[in-house]
């Protein structure tokens, strides 16, 4: 079994990986149109994840925590740094990454897509897909209250 955990606002935390997000901004992982949850193995990654996107001049005031149990018979699949390109960190992000993002959703043969975090090489994000039949299989907690440290800012 393996934990994985996601911060967002808490308007969207009643649906925390039904992958709107992604579907209507993209991200590097997968275009706009195609449903992934993006979650962090560890929630220190997940807090820097969600950190680099924050307006420190607008802070949400709204965050919560997500965590999800993903047992270890769900399907999955990895992409490791060394099948990338030498660009793969790159901000914005090379168009082939959202290439293999789309291709994994839209193909269905795993429920999760384990990719290195441009932030953070050694450590991994695992990007849901709702529309695959084991995402009934994954148990979601109840959304804690998140905030930041003050210091972060």
């Known amino acids: 079994m393996t934990r994985v955990y996601r911060i967002l606002r808490s308007p ?3 649906k925390p990986l039904d992958g709107e997000g992604a579907y209507r901004f993209g991200g590097r992982w997968s275009s706009p149109g195609t449903r992934l949850a993006y979650t962090a193995e560890h929630l220190s990654l ?3 994840e969600y950190f680099v996107h924050i307006d420190p001049d607008d802070a949400p005031k ?6 999800a149990q993903i047992p270890d ?3 999955r699949t990895s992409i490791s740094p ?3 390109s030498a660009t793969w960190r790159d901000t914005p992000a090379p168009p082939e990454l959202a290439l293999l993002g789309d291709a ?4 269905r043969r795993a429920a999760i897509l384990i990719v290195p975090s441009a932030l ?3 450590e991994s994000n695992w990007l849901i897909n709702p529309r695959h039949p084991d995402f009934a299989r994954i148990r979601l907690h109840p959304p804690e209250r998140f905030r930041y440290d003050a210091r972060f800012f």
């Open 73 to 75: 018979s769900v399907s």
């Open 82 to 84: 060394r099948r990338l």
């Open 12 to 14: 969207y935390a009643k």
């Open 46 to 48: 997940a807090m820097i």
């Open 104 to 107: 994994f959703a839209r193909d």
């Open 62 to 67: 709204d965050l919560v925590l997500t965590t």
């Open 120 to 122: 953070a090489p050694a």
